[in-house]
């Protein structure tokens, strides 16, 4: 296949402007502030999930964890099926469409259908990160390594801007309803996440176009399953001889734990600990979207300057400082410009953290199978991160004390980082039939 095709390339590129609407409104902005909203009540934060009793932002976090645990179990298993049998396009479709028809079921999400809406959330978010695996996977196939930085944040930039449309447009229902004739005061927060499914699946397909089938050649012994574990056995094999990438993979781990549970609770943190209003929180989701688009072009810059490893670390280290100061804030402008920092770093991070595994992966035709292993620190790390945060807020009661186990796991990432210290990442030459 020939690689730097401008049409494929800005396909991948636009699956990050249909898919990031889910991390802004489900993840981060409307959903989080609608859950915290429909569960308030005579008893506090207390809910019925199913006849358990529980704290209404605790099993938020469990509900996230188990969604990830689901994905980061299945993961490795599907892309090794996917490689084998040369259809990764119809996996990542499949999980496309079942995430966005999931958000649009939570139009349907009011007090009397709680329990079924949190499980629509949790498919939800197995369908977006089932997705990401093969969209990510092809990236070292449709560009040429040097490219692979600027790519990367590139894709995440259009995502960030296609997000803060859909805001925008959610944003104004949610604040002047009577525009447009709604007197029911959860409709609006209701008709963004339709909006988000229909925008997710309608503007997918343009990336279904162009991207590539990737047939494989592979000769077909048995069925999809069996071979899917041997698929799955020869990728493991080959990862106990690529020491940087186990290394990198488990600094990744780590550091990103922090990064996505951030991401996942900072708006219940600013509506629960700071008792910030609502536009309040929709202000500074806004700041962090428009600041991460400068920060992804940056970090991607900053790599041909220092090396990816290096920018890595400058990133983190700024993120442990973020860690340090959500402990103390207790104002709104305080939140406003810890925001503004998160923003500048959020971007540069997960878009680096992307092309940076790319440039470490052996010759091989099973980048799915790869990048499964590079799924799985995510999800696991996200899910052990939100499971954490949601425990040590069980015990101390408060969120505040579960800053300080992100803190944690940002100084772990950058100590094996630190151990890395590679100023530019040499070519993998192992190789992978």
């Not at 689901?70 to 599907?78: E, G, V």
């Amino acid at each position: 296949m020939k690689k730097n095709d401008p049409k494929v390339l800005r396909a991948w590129c636009f699956y990050d402007w249909a898919n990031s609407v889910y991390s802004l409104v489900i993840t981060t902005a409307i959903f989080p502030i609608y859950y915290v909203a429909i569960t308030k009540g005579d008893r506090g934060d207390l809910v019925s999930f199913f006849g358990l009793e529980i704290s209404a932002s605790v099993l938020y976090s469990y509900a996230l964890t188990g969604a990830f645990l689901t994905i980061a179990f299945l993961s490795p298993l599907l892309t090794a099926i996917a490689d084998y049998g040369g259809n990764k396009k119809n996996f990542m479709r499949f999980f496309c469409y079942m995430g966005s028809t999931a958000c649009m079921g939570l139009f349907f999400f009011t007090q009397e259908t709680f329990s079924v809406s949190l499980l629509l959330f949790m498919v939800a978010a197995i369908g977006f990160s089932g997705s990401i695996v093969f969209y990510n996977s092809y990236l070292p196939e449709i560009a040429t390594e040097d490219n692979f930085d600027k790519l990367s944040a590139r894709g995440f930039s259009l995502g960030y801007i296609g997000s803060m449309i859909l805001l925008i447009l959610s944003l104004g229902l949610v604040l002047f309803p009577d525009l447009v004739g709604i007197e029911d005061d959860g409709l609006p927060a209701r008709i963004s996440f339709l909006m988000t499914g229909l925008w997710w699946f309608g503007f997918a397909q343009f990336s279904f176009a162009y991207l590539p089938n990737n047939r494989s050649p592979k000769e077909k012994e048995g069925g999809y399953l069996l071979n899917g574990f041997r698929e799955l056995g020869k990728v493991l094999g080959m990862l106990k001889e690529l020491p940087l990438l186990k290394r990198f993979l488990l600094a990744f781990f780590f550091y990103n734990m922090g990064v996505q549970t951030v991401m996942y609770v900072a708006s219940l943190f600013g509506s629960k600990e700071l008792n910030l209003p609502d536009t309040a929180l929709i202000t500074v989701l806004l700041i962090i979207q428009a600041v991460a688009i400068a920060g992804a072009y940056f970090f991607a810059w900053l790599s041909g300057k220092v090396g990816n490893t290096m920018a890595l670390m400058y990133a983190v280290v700024v993120w442990v400082g973020i860690t340090i100061g959500a402990y103390f804030v207790t104002t709104g402008n305080q939140y406003y410009v810890l925001a503004f920092v998160v923003g500048a770093v959020m971007g540069g991070v997960q878009s680096l953290s992307r092309s940076t595994y790319s440039k470490l992966l052996p010759e091989t035709n099973d980048h799915a199978s790869f990048f499964s292993f590079y799924d799985i620190c995510d999800k696991v790390g996200l899910a052990l991160g939100t499971l954490s945060f949601g425990i040590t807020e069980q015990i101390f009661g408060s969120m505040r004390n579960s800053i300080l186990t992100l803190l944690v796991f940002f100084v772990i990432g950058l100590i094996v980082l630190f151990s890395i210290r590679t100023r530019k990442l040499a070519p993998v030459t192992a190789t992978v039939a």
